[in-house]
């Protein structure tokens, strides 16, 4: 039934891939699990075209790796493969902060940190998932501002990689009032088209992330995670 119009299609694929992609972050769907549309469809109470192609974006954002006539399999990341991610990260991304602050108009950067400041909010009511959607809205924002081609697809190639690290990270007690802190003094250096003051703060950002890494790792395991290759 619910292939009969495009637009109920569209909403019943949000609903279903909400509610896997919640799964995997909460561990119910541990990495290297692989996950059945019919099984899931069947759970959901959908049909299996919604599921498909919630798996679709799934794969997108990096939280499952689509292998062909094989299935699909919630992605893995080892500790030491995260952090040379956020080693990779640290080198690259205070170079995006740095061409936001200098390239932008004015305008531009003071409505980027306008949207820095809306981060409050979600730190305020404690609501880990709008944080996360506002930050990862605000990510896009300062990349966008960074006016680079080049930077564009390598951010594309590694920001989904940490996207279950960064929902894990931000669900541990006091981390979202120090992730808002340090995404507003990025902000706030972007705002004044500081470029060196905003390399600094995301550098430092950078390196305080890759800090908070090895508490959500257990040394046996492997942590499901968006994005590295499903080996």
């Known amino acids: 039934m619910f292939d009969a119009a495009p637009a109920q299609l569209v909403s019943v694929k949000d609903w279903a891939l909400a509610r896997i992609?919640?799964?995997?972050?909460?561990?119910?769907?541990?990495?290297?699990?692989k996950l059945s549309i019919d099984s899931l469809a069947t759970d959901l109470g959908v049909s299996r075209t919604p599921v498909r192609d919630a798996f679709g974006q799934l794969e997108r954002e990096g939280l499952v790796t689509i292998t062909s006539r094989i299935g699909v399999f919630v992605r893995r990341l080892t500790r030491s493969e995260a952090e040379d991610i956020y080693r990779i990260?640290?080198?690259?991304?205070?170079?995006?902060?740095?061409?936001?602050?200098?390239?932008?108009?004015?305008?531009?950067?003071?409505?980027?940190?306008?949207?820095?400041?809306?981060?409050?909010?979600?730190v305020a009511c404690g609501d880990v998932d709008e944080y996360i959607r506002h930050l990862e809205y605000c990510r896009r924002e300062l990349l966008r501002l960074a006016q680079s081609s080049p930077l564009h697809d390598i951010m594309d190639a590694i920001d989904g990689r940490v996207r279950l690290l960064r929902y894990r990270s931000l669900q541990r007690p006091g981390i979202m009032q120090i992730s808002a802190g340090e995404h507003r003094r990025i902000a706030d250096a972007v705002a004044r088209g500081d470029g060196d003051a905003a390399f600094a703060a995301m550098q430092q950002h950078m390196?305080?992330?890759?800090?908070r890494i090895p508490p959500l790792f257990d040394e046996a395991t492997a942590l499901s995670y968006a994005g590295a290759a499903q080996s």
């Open 21 to 33: 992609r919640a799964r995997i972050y909460s561990g119910e769907f541990q990495p290297g699990v």
């Open 89 to 122: 990260k640290e080198a690259i991304e205070p170079l995006m902060a740095r061409w936001a602050a200098e390239r932008p108009s004015a305008a531009q950067r003071a409505e980027y940190r306008g949207n820095v400041a809306g981060l409050a909010t979600f």
């Open 207 to 211: 390196h305080d992330c890759r800090l």
